[in-house]
């Protein structure tokens, strides 16, 4: 089956893996496994934190330092295969096969933090690992098809729809374990076992009617192994005559070092720096995020069509800068995170809806949109393991998350910075 740009139902299709896959983040690695994970680790003496130091390996950290460098780990896997996988998906034409693979480690692995334990740290944090590795793989495919199934004036309307259609599912997913968590007394491992089931079963939707994809022509087939870094060294090269698209990727690999870490680390920051801030109302703000989130990337891509994408990135970005700068100084009250909390959802949504059909306008023409697209995710996950070891670095040296903030301010600010020398049109040095 060809791919057919503006099919209405291969979009609806492929917009359903953000569907399915957004359980994920939502509930993994934001809401309820982050809480769980913090109480898992600590040490708490009549219903006080009196340690928050994990052993792992003979080594003794903090336990939301240890898991930021998991994290970042298994970023970094995925910034070295996913060149190589793309090489091999491109000669093979089955970018859809390597998608599903990573679609069942990923749900798999979400499925065995049910057996999560302080005692056996190290199988955890490798569930942690490869839960992170499969779905930030099969997202480097996911995003591959955009430009192959929708025309370049609808890259941000079909790009918000797969985040509105990401946000709003997944909160239905964390309403439901809320649900039986608070009502019906269900232990919060079990909604780990509910993302692999959502994750698994809804992505059948899009695996259905998405194609393989084409088969590369190339005829070096023995080098398989190799193509996809020797595609990326050739994207390199053809960036540095795209001088848009050039400084375009400067600037969104440093403000992801950024708005990826936010959002890892967001509800381990409310769990350690917020005085009085309960469980039940810290899920309530995340799903406050999610749904504002669903109205800021359609607002942003309205807005990018009456002001141009750069222009619309650059104040989802301004926006950030506020928030860190107002949650360094000012935020230690609940009612304060719930501002910060709706702040952060409205342009959540937005920087990342705008980022992906950016770059997808952005691209020359071309029919090798998995490598191009396998530059832009290496870019964005260096980008997320430096900020994740900077936040968990800095947390590490001083002992507080507060000041991890700082990083994050610099990123953002930096990244405003190169988006403002962006050309307005695609100059070919």
Not at 243 to 266: D, E, N
Not at 316 to 336: D, E, H, K
Request: proline fraction near 2%; hydrophobic fraction near 50%; include cysteine.
């Amino acid at each position: 089956m060809s791919l057919q740009k503006g099919d209405k139902k291969l979009i609806n299709a492929w917009t359903f893996y953000d569907w399915a896959n957004s359980s994920y983040p939502l509930v993994i690695t934001t809401a309820i496994f982050p809480i769980f994970y913090e109480k898992v680790t600590s040490t708490i003496v009549d219903g006080k934190v009196v340690s928050d130091k994990v052993t792992l390996f003979g080594g003794e950290f903090i336990n939301t330092e240890i898991y930021s460098y998991v994290v970042a780990l298994s970023f970094v896997i995925v910034s070295v295969c996913s060149p190589i996988l793309s090489g091999i998906a491109d000669y093979s034409g089955n970018k859809k096969r390597f998608m599903q693979f990573f679609c069942f480690l990923g749900s798999i692995s979400c499925a065995s933090l049910f057996f999560f334990s302080k005692e056996h740290l190290e199988l955890g944090m490798l569930s942690i690992l490869l839960a992170s590795i499969g779905f930030w793989s099969s997202l480097v495919f996911y995003n591959a098809y955009l430009p192959e199934i929708a025309e370049p004036k609808d890259h941000d309307k079909v790009s918000a729809r797969g985040f509105g259609m990401g946000y709003f599912g997944s909160a239905i997913l964390l309403i439901i374990n809320l649900i039986l968590i608070k009502g019906f007394n269900m232990p919060a491992k079990y909604s780990f076992i509910s993302v692999a089931v959502w994750w698994v079963g809804f992505a059948q939707i899009t695996f259905r009617r998405l194609p393989s994809g084409t088969k590369s022509h190339d005829a070096a087939g023995k080098n398989i192994i190799f193509k996809g870094f020797k595609e990326l060294w050739k994207v390199a090269n053809e960036l540095k005559h795209i001088k848009q698209l050039k400084r375009y990727l400067i600037a969104f690999f440093i403000y992801s070092m950024g708005v990826q870490t936010v959002m890892l680390m967001a509800v381990l920051f409310a769990k350690k720096e917020i005085v009085g801030l309960e469980d039940g109302n810290l899920i309530v703000s995340v799903l406050l995020i999610q749904f504002v989130g669903i109205l800021g990337s359609f607002l942003f891509s309205r807005l990018s069509n009456k002001i141009g994408n750069i222009k619309a990135l650059g104040v989802t970005l301004f926006i950030w800068i506020a928030i860190c700068i107002g949650t360094y100084q000012f935020v230690f009250t609940p009612n304060a995170f719930y501002v910060v909390a709706c702040s952060v959802g409205l342009v959540m949504g937005g920087v990342q809806s705008l980022s992906r059909s950016t770059y997808s306008k952005l691209l020359p023409e071309t029919e090798d949109n998995a490598s191009y697209f396998s530059f832009y995710d290496v870019c964005e996950k260096v980008g997320i393991v430096i900020g994740m070891l900077s936040f968990g670095a800095i947390e590490g040296i001083t002992g507080g998350m507060r000041n991890s903030i700082l990083a994050l301010i610099v990123f953002f600010i930096v990244g405003f910075i190169v988006l403002l020398t962006i050309p307005k049109s695609k100059n070919v040095n």
